[in-house]
């Protein structure tokens, strides 16, 4: 009876996860399993996307098996690239639509504990640029019709 109890208990209060806000900051994974956590700016970046696969192939010599979790809201081409190359990989893909997933794009996990301290693309991979660098020096402002009556 008293397993009963408890268990109607923690059903009533809601949230049964260990470190629920933990999970849905790194997209239902804890921190300690995150082996790269790309933010949800650069996740939506096309400069990305060349970059991804020699990303993946970084992962491909772990013992253990790799999970990559794409954020929903990430548009519907990109999420379906990004998990292509998981699967070419053999890593398991998943696209999570949760609401309170707005700091991550895309995290790569393993189902165990690797406590790694650097974590972001910028930390692991400095050189990455995904700033656009074909910009062009700001062109001068052309004259209007009136600046050049008056002007």
């Known amino acids: 009876m008293n397993d009963l109890e408890n268990r109607l208990e923690r059903a ?44 993946l192939s970084r992962f491909d010599n772990q013992d253990e098996t ?24 053999h890593f398991e893909g998943q696209i999570l639509a949760e609401a309170d997933t707005d700091c991550f794009g895309i995290v ?9 301290e650097k974590i972001s693309l910028t930390d692991c991979f400095p050189d990455i640029n995904l700033s656009d660098q074909s910009e062009q020096p700001e062109q001068p402002k052309k004259k209007s019709f009136f600046d050049k009556l008056f002007g």
């Open 12 to 55: 009533s209060s809601g949230e049964y996860r260990l470190n629920p806000d933990e999970q849905k900051h790194y997209l239902n994974t804890y921190r300690e399993r995150v082996l790269l956590a790309i933010n949800l700016a650069d996740a939506q970046n096309l400069l990305l996307k060349p970059h991804f696969d020699a990303i």
């Open 66 to 89: 790799v999970f990559v979790k794409v954020c929903g809201k990430l548009p519907d081409e990109l999420s379906g690239y990004y998990l292509k190359l998981a699967a070419d990989h």
């Open 108 to 116: 790569i996990h393993t189902d165990h504990a690797v406590n790694q």
